[in-house]
């Protein structure tokens, strides 16, 4: 009687760890990336391995504008906006703005992009981090 209590109990415990660990979401997110406007380079990248796959960039906060004043944390990200690039074709998407700390790409091929942020402030440059999020 005890080994099947132990094995019922194992069994439970696996359950409760597989939907708690990878149950509830069919969104996967790559490693978080740091990003600073106007340094030339990529701002992270990803690889799409779904064919038509829809990939979220997410801004986290807090999200600085760094001036020769100053630094202040943005809470208004009209500013700012995001493209793709495909590593192997090259081709590139139109810059998308966010919509709440949030910018959609629906129906992307499979590969590889790079993610590039840019600003419209004329003072300074922006720097924080952001997730990519296959949806």
């Given at each position: 009687m005890k080994k099947v209590y132990s094995l019922i109990s194992i069994v439970m415990i696996a359950v409760i760890a597989i939907t708690t660990i990878g149950g509830s979401s069919a969104q996967a997110s790559v490693p978080r990336f740091s990003f600073q406007t106007e340094d030339g380079k990529w701002d992270g990248e990803v690889g799409n391995p779904n064919k038509l796959a829809n990939i979220e960039i997410d801004l986290v906060s807090p999200i600085y504008l760094k001036t020769a004043s100053g630094t202040t944390s943005l809470s208004n990200y009209s500013k700012l906006s995001v493209r793709l690039r495909n590593a192997n074709t090259g081709a590139t998407t139109s810059y998308h703005t966010f919509t709440n700390g949030k910018a959609?790409?629906?129906?992307?091929?499979?590969?590889?992009?790079?993610?590039?942020?840019?600003?419209?402030?004329?003072?300074?440059?922006?720097?924080?981090?952001?997730?990519?999020?296959?949806?």
């Open positions: 959609l790409f629906t129906s992307m091929k499979t590969g590889k992009y790079y993610v590039d942020i840019k600003d419209s402030f004329t003072n300074g440059y922006v720097s924080g981090k952001l997730d990519v999020v296959f949806k």
